[in-house]
């Protein structure tokens, strides 16, 4: 890992902050709360004052990570000019972090320290850890960890094992290497629970939520011209189903498993008058990611996603965005 005065000046800068805030991305997924526990596991214990924030409220089925109950959605319970030091979490964009403005007009004493494994977006941080390569913000976290020689308790075992898992699709996307395997092992050696989180990331559907898994994968279709395998979900078939936002995570990365594609494209209509895609791909020789951003999104290679403004309209020859 080439990070290590990084890691080291990162904790150094934990050392001598009085007031921390932890924060991490809107609509938070299991590496962006898995993050955040760890990381508020490690100020527990070395009894620093901190404040954890999400502009949204984590899905129910993390409740088993540790401290999850303390991070806050309302930025009004806090005042941003109180922390000294300011720690982003897996966040890919300060647009996500609702803290955009606060963030970028911060006064000279409020540090900055940002850990992703999102390609970068902005330049926002004074000290960036950023290593695109790892599977998840959790397995950089397992390096800052082990650099400092802090020990790994059952609980960051838990949480670094969480986000590994939910970033990877249970070490199915190419993001996961022979090192994350290799980490994941070790965190299970530290009393990290294999099966207890398999039950609440994944074993944990609703009969809803398997209804618009099968909705998504019955509209499936292959657009030829760019071997792209596609699929969407109107606002209608979401509601007929009962099917939360929860409910969807992971379905676009199942979806992927499709065989001989160049790539899925999965568009579902939200509540708000947008369409959210998202863009997977299998094939080491791509990187839907440029496709992402020049839809005004984001992402990994194999990963990415934007969001629209519109709906949906089934035509004769497929869906467009009206
Ligand atoms: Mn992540």
Redesign the pocket.
């Known amino acids: 890992m080439i990070l290590i005065n990084h890691y080291i000046k990162a904790l150094h800068k934990i050392f001598k902050a009085d007031n921390i805030l932890l924060v991490t991305h809107n609509r938070p ?1 299991g ?2 709360l898995a993050s955040t526990c760890a990381m508020s596991e490690l100020l527990i214990g070395m009894n620093k004052k901190f404040t954890a924030y999400c502009e949204d409220p984590a899905p129910q089925h993390y409740n088993f990570l540790p401290h999850i109950e303390k991070i806050i959605t309302d930025k009004n319970k806090f005042n941003f000019s109180q922390f000294d030091l300011i720690i982003t979490l ?1 966040c890919g964009s300060l647009s996500r972090t609702a803290l955009a403005r606060e963030i970028s007009n911060r006064d000279k004493n409020q540090f900055v320290i940002e850990f992703d ?2 390609p970068k977006i902005d330049d926002y941080s004074d000290l960036e850890i950023r290593y695109t390569e790892s599977s ?2 959790a397995e950089i976290l397992y390096h800052f960890f082990k650099v400092n020689n802090i020990k790994f308790n059952k609980n960051v075992a838990n949480c670094v094992l969480t ?1 590994i898992l939910t ?1 990877t699709g249970n070490f199915l996307y190419p993001s996961a290497t022979d090192e994350t395997i290799k980490i994941a092992s070790k965190m299970l050696l530290r009393g990290a629970r294999f099966p207890v989180i398999l039950e609440h990331t994944w074993r944990n559907k609703s009969i809803g939520g398997m209804k618009i898994w099968g909705e998504a994968m019955s509209n499936l279709k292959i657009n030829k011209k760019y071997n792209i395998a596609f699929t969407v979900l109107s606002r209608k078939d979401i509601i007929k189903h009962k099917a939360s936002d929860e409910d969807l995570e992971g379905a676009a990365g199942f979806l992927s498993s499709l065989s001989g594609v160049n790539a899925l494209l999965f568009l579902r209509e939200e509540e708000n008058g947008k369409i959210k895609g998202s863009l997977r791909t299998a094939r080491p020789d791509i990187d839907i990611s440029g496709l992402a951003a020049k839809l005004g999104g984001g992402g990994h290679p194999k990963a990415a996603g934007f969001v629209l403004d519109g709906r949906l309209e089934e035509t004769k020859t497929g869906w467009k965005v009206v």
Do not use: E, F, L, Y
Request: charged share 40%; aromatic share 0%.
């Open positions: 997924d590496d962006a897996d494994h999102h998840s913000t986000g970033d």
